[in-house]
C-alpha cells in the first residue's frame, strides 16, 4: 500500500500545469525496462478524488474496485504494467481538470463519477434515469451487457483522447439536508447540490429543489457556508466526506444509482502490448464485480456507521417513496430525449419496462 498510493511532491506539483499547458503531453507511457519475457515495463499515474483513508480501508464499493483493478493490473501483466495512485484530489478535482489532465498526458489513468460526464457526451445516460433500478443485480445486468459496452463506445467516440475502461459500482443516492426530510414535499425550496447531469438536475427539480452543480471536493464548504442547504449521494460518500457533520438528516430515497469509471489517456493505452491490454481487460472484470459485492454489503453498515456518527436516517413509507418515485417519472420523457428513442427503448426492453 504504501508503495501504491503515493504523496504528490513538490516537484511533480510544480510540473503538472506545465503539463497541462503543453497542448499534446506526454502520449507514450516511459518506459522502465524489460520484464522478464522481454515485455515493456511501463508506470501509469493514476489520479483519484477518493481519500486515501478510504482507499486503505477497501469497505466502499469505490474503494475496492479501484484497488481490485490495481491490483490486477499489476499481477495480471506480470509486473510490466505499475500503478503510482494518488488520491485526495492531488493530480485534479473537478471534471474539466481530469478530463483535461488525460487529454493532454499530465497523468495516464483517472476515474470519476457516470454522471460527471454529462457536459462532454451522453454516454451514462442510461444510468441516470431516475428510480429505473432497484437493486444492484438490475444494475449489472445493464453494465456488464452489450448496453454497458454501447455507453463505452459512445464515450470513446464523443470524447477524443479517452479510452474507457471500468464501471466501478459506488452506491444508490440518498439525501442529506439541513433539515429533515420525510416526503417529496420536504423537497419543496430546498437548494440542493447535484451533479451537472441534465436527468439528475430534472429529478430534483421536479421534486421540487433548486439544483446547484458544487465539485463534490468543494462540497463540505458549501453545505458549510449554507451555499447549499442538502445534497445527496451514496451512503459510504457522505460518510468519507463528513456531511454529516453540516447535513445531519438524511432521508433514504434511493432515487438513482452511482457508479465511478476507470479511464486512460487512448494513446497510452494503444502503446500497450497485447499481454498488457489482456491484462487490464482481465482488470476491468475484476473491479466491476468487487465493487458491487463491496457496495451492495456496505450500505447498512455505512448507515449504522452514519447513525453512530449522530445523522438522523429516515426510511420512507412504502406510499412515500410511490410519492418520491411519481414526482421523479417526468423525467422518463427527458430521458428518452436524450438518449433517443432507439437507445430507450432498448434500455427499457433490457430492463423489463
Same mark, same amino acid.
Given at each position: 500500500?504504501?508503495?501504491? @498510493? ?95 489532465? @488525460? ?251
Amino acid at each position: 500500500m504504501k508503495k501504491r @498510493i503515493l504523496a504528490l511532491t513538490l516537484t511533480f506539483a510544480l510540473a503538472l500545469p506545465l503539463a497541462a499547458c503543453g497542448g499534446s503531453g506526454s502520449k507514450d507511457p516511459a518506459p522502465e525496462g524489460t520484464g522478464s519475457a522481454g515485455e515493456k515495463t511501463v508506470t501509469l499515474r493514476m489520479a483519484s478524488v477518493v481519500a486515501n483513508s478510504e482507499l486503505e480501508e477497501r469497505k466502499t464499493g469505490m474503494a475496492a474496485g479501484l484497488m481490485t483493478w490495481i491490483d490486477t493490473v499489476e499481477a495480471e501483466s506480470g509486473g510490466t504494467i505499475q500503478i503510482d495512485l494518488y488520491p485526495d484530489s492531488q493530480l485534479a478535482s473537478g471534471t474539466d481538470a481530469i478530463v483535461n489532465g @488525460i487529454q493532454t498526458g499530465a497523468f495516464e489513468v483517472a476515474h470519476f463519477t457516470t454522471g460527471n460526464w454529462a457536459s462532454y457526451s451522453d454516454a451514462f445516460a442510461e444510468l441516470n434515469v431516475p428510480y429505473l433500478y432497484t437493486n444492484y443485480d438490475e444494475v449489472h445486468s445493464v453494465l456488464e451487457g452489450e448496453i454497458g459496452q454501447a455507453m463505452k463506445d459512445q464515450l470513446e467516440q464523443d470524447v477524443s483522447g479517452v479510452k474507457p475502461l471500468a464501471y466501478i459500482s459506488i452506491g444508490f443516492r440518498n439525501v442529506t439536508a439541513s433539515k429533515p426530510i420525510q416526503t417529496v414535499a420536504d423537497m419543496k425550496g430546498l437548494k440542493i447540490r447535484t451533479m451537472d447531469d441534465a436527468l439528475q438536475i430534472a429529478a430534483m427539480e421536479a421534486m421540487g429543489c433548486t439544483v446547484t452543480s458544487v465539485p463534490i471536493s468543494e462540497l463540505y464548504s458549501a453545505l458549510q457556508t449554507k451555499m447549499v442547504d442538502a445534497q445527496e449521494n451514496p451512503l459510504s460518500t457522505i460518510y468519507s466526506n463528513k456531511f454529516f457533520e453540516v447535513n445531519p438528516y438524511a432521508c433514504l430515497t434511493r432515487h438513482s444509482y452511482t457508479s465511478t469509471f476507470v479511464f486512460m489517456n487512448a494513446d497510452v493505452y494503444n502503446g500497450l502490448s497485447d499481454t498488457q491490454k489482456a491484462a487490464i481487460d482481465r482488470a476491468n472484470e475484476a473491479a466491476t464485480a468487487a465493487s458491487k459485492t463491496a457496495a451492495e454489503s456496505a450500505e447498512a453498515e455505512y448507515q449504522e456507521m452514519l447513525e453512530a456518527e449522530g445523522m438522523t436516517i429516515y426510511a420512507p413509507t412504502d406510499e412515500e417513496m410511490a410519492d418520491f418515485q411519481e414526482a421523479a417519472s417526468s423525467c422518463w420523457t427527458k430521458a428518452e430525449e436524450i438518449m433517443g428513442s432507439e437507445r430507450y427503448d432498448a434500455l427499457m426492453a433490457a430492463m423489463g419496462k
